[in-house]
């Protein structure tokens, strides 16, 4: 079993949701999904106060610790909620680029000075998932 379906079996035997986890950890639980899938890595107290949390065996710690390989890969998601982000940047990507860069110039927005939230809002005709991301806005330097 790998790193990240020795966390998921942990979290869902203590019955710990990433709102849990937040709390205990100090953490959002955006950044604890992400440290979960391998995209970030703890520092020494987060990962020991994961590995207590979740009551597993010390020697995950180190892993924890390890600079993560990003990404999903080269290949089009095939998960349905995760290919419903890669085809929202395919129709939004550019319009967001052209407004972006009308706000602020050239630059990108940054994902490592960055935060994401999720939250529910209910509504009558179904539930929404609202998330909000926030990146620092970097510009490109001429030279």
Known sequence: MNIT???FVAKKKKGLSFADL?????????????LFYRQASASP????KL?????LSPDITEELMDYPTKGLGPLVPTDPLIYRFYEIMQVYGMPLKAIIHEKFGD???SAIDFTMNVDKE???KG???KITMSGKF???KKW
């Open 51 to 55: 590995v207590s949390a979740l009551d």
């Open 107 to 109: 630059g990108i927005m």
């Open 5 to 7: 379906e020795k966390l």
């Open 122 to 124: 209910e509504d009558p």
């Open 22 to 34: 937040e709390k205990i950890i100090d953490r959002d639980e955006v950044w604890i999904a992400s």
């Open 138 to 140: 970097l510009p490109y």
């Open 127 to 129: 539930d929404r998932v």
């Open 45 to 48: 107290d987060e990962a020991n």
